[in-house]
């Protein structure tokens, strides 16, 4: 169920502060989201997805990644505007976005693991606003990959091959959808870095 309140009360506020479920909160232009917690099976895939990315994309090649970390524009943060992605990918030379508490600025992939009714898809044109190269939208239930590339200030889905791996140029890393609803990872056509994401259901 989704609803609309014109003004969160304050006792409310200060609830989801104490008990910590504002983490995933956000804002946008000026509207507080407030989704639910991500469940057990999202987890499980967000933290082997992070673990892999770390051990075979960001220590080899010095890049770096990070989880529901807050994304925002310059002069976003902390009251205007600004999404959480699930996991941060960031290069070298974007660096210099880091502010501690937030990114100011473009990382140069965002994923979002996607479930029912949640708003990854609306935050696309946040994304390609700021200049976010990619886009992964994984699909919680399927473990399907959906790559969006930003072509020309807007995002063009991309198709796998007819290997149906899915190249992301921005981290030369490999998808393709195996069967048991696992997602198969690979570094370029490394084949001792690939694996099966989730192990576990």
């Not at 946008?28 to 994309?57: C, K, S």
């Not at 570094?187 to 001792?192: A, F, L, N, V, Y």
């Amino acid at each position: 169920m989704k609803a609309v309140m014109a003004s969160v009360p304050d006792h409310i506020l200060e609830w989801r502060k104490k008990t910590g479920a504002d983490q995933w909160d956000e804002m946008w232009d000026g509207v507080l989201h407030m989704p639910p917690a991500p469940n057990r099976l999202h987890q499980n895939i967000e933290w082997e997805l992070e673990t892999w990315l770390r051990m075979h994309w960001a220590q080899p090649l010095g890049n770096r990644v990070y989880h529901q970390i807050n994304v925002a524009p310059p002069g976003g943060w902390p009251d205007k505007n600004y999404r959480i992605p699930d996991l941060v990918l960031l290069t070298p030379e974007r660096f210099h976005i880091d502010r501690n508490e937030y990114f100011e600025g473009a990382p140069a992939v965002v994923i979002e693991i996607h479930a029912p009714g949640d708003e990854a898809y609306e935050k696309l044109p946040f994304y390609a606003e700021l200049g976010v190269p990619e886009v992964w939208i994984i699909h919680r239930d399927t473990r399907q990959l959906e790559l969006f590339v930003l072509e020309g200030g807007e995002y063009v889905r991309h198709q796998a091959g007819f290997d149906r791996w899915l190249q992301n140029p921005a981290t030369g890393i490999q998808f393709r959808s195996v069967p048991g609803e696992k997602l198969a990872i690979r570094r370029g056509e490394d084949e001792s870095s690939q694996a099966e994401l989730p192990s576990t259901q």
